[in-house]
């Protein structure tokens, strides 16, 4: 899987938008980007995920460069309860051998 | 039940004791995996199954760890004589072939005193 690369840390004020960046450079052309996150050490939580078009679900929106050198994972309007840690993921889903795996991830502190 | 999962939630063991933990994945779901982590430490991938075979168990760090399925569902992760190095949250995963999301279970905290 390609590696990817993300802010270790970053906060965000309550109600605003927070935007996640990460860069996988060396993704290749069936390798989806997947954002996962996890919350003082539960069981990481599904997000989004894409290919190249951008996506959007009840959670959060994924935006995809043209290259698919680099994505953002958009948080609408942040809540406390959205403070974790986010993973950016590059993985091909066909091959279930293919596991997530998982980088340093970006810590988000949501504030009020 | 309809997501992936795991017991015990909490366990505190003695050191050179054995340990098992289970997992139980979403129903008809072939595809299992593994992690640990460590207190503040990121995740690491331990162990796939695919049904009962396990074609990737490149992260398991010692022979004192091993892992079983049966049945294609109930995976069991056992550790043999633990040590405090062992301690950390263990999480299991799974997802359908093909699969595009991966699900994980709350994890078992393992203690070892």
């Known amino acids: 899987d390609a590696k990817t690369t993300q802010p270790p840390s970053m906060d965000c004020a309550e109600g605003r938008a927070a935007n996640l960046p990460c860069n996988h450079s060396?993704?290749?052309?069936?390798?989806?980007v997947y954002w996962y996150r996890q919350i003082h050490s539960q069981g990481p939580q599904y997000i989004i995920h894409?290919?190249?078009n951008n996506e959007t679900n009840e959670m959060a929106s994924l935006i995809i460069t043209e290259d698919r050198k680099s994505s953002t994972l958009i948080l609408p309007h942040a809540t406390l309860r959205d403070t974790a840690v986010y993973y950016c993921?590059?993985?091909?889903?066909?091959?279930?051998?293919?596991?997530?795996?998982f980088g340093g991830g970006t810590r988000v502190l949501v504030k009020p | 039940g309809a997501g992936v999962s795991q017991s015990p939630s909490n366990k505190v063991t003695e050191k050179g004791k054995d340990v098992e933990l289970r997992c139980d994945p979403i129903?008809?779901?072939?595809?299992l995996y593994w992690y640990r982590q460590s207190l503040g430490q990121g995740l690491e991938f331990l162990i796939y199954?695919?049904?009962?075979?396990?074609?990737?168990k490149s992260g398991l760090p010692s022979d004192r760890f091993s892992a079983e399925r049966t049945g294609g569902s109930v995976s069991t992760l056992t550790i043999q004589r633990t040590q405090q190095e062992d301690s950390a949250v263990y999480l299991c995963?799974?997802?359908?072939?093909?699969?595009?999301?991966?699900?994980f279970g709350e994890g078992s905290w393992l203690t070892v005193v």
């Open positions: 894409g290919l190249k």
């Open positions: 995963a799974s997802t359908q072939i093909p699969g595009r999301q991966i699900y």
């Open positions: 993921i590059v993985r091909v889903p066909e091959a279930a051998g293919n596991k997530l795996t």
């Open positions: 129903s008809g779901h072939t595809a």
């Open positions: 199954f695919q049904g009962n075979s396990a074609p990737d």
């Open positions: 060396t993704i290749s052309g069936n390798e989806y």
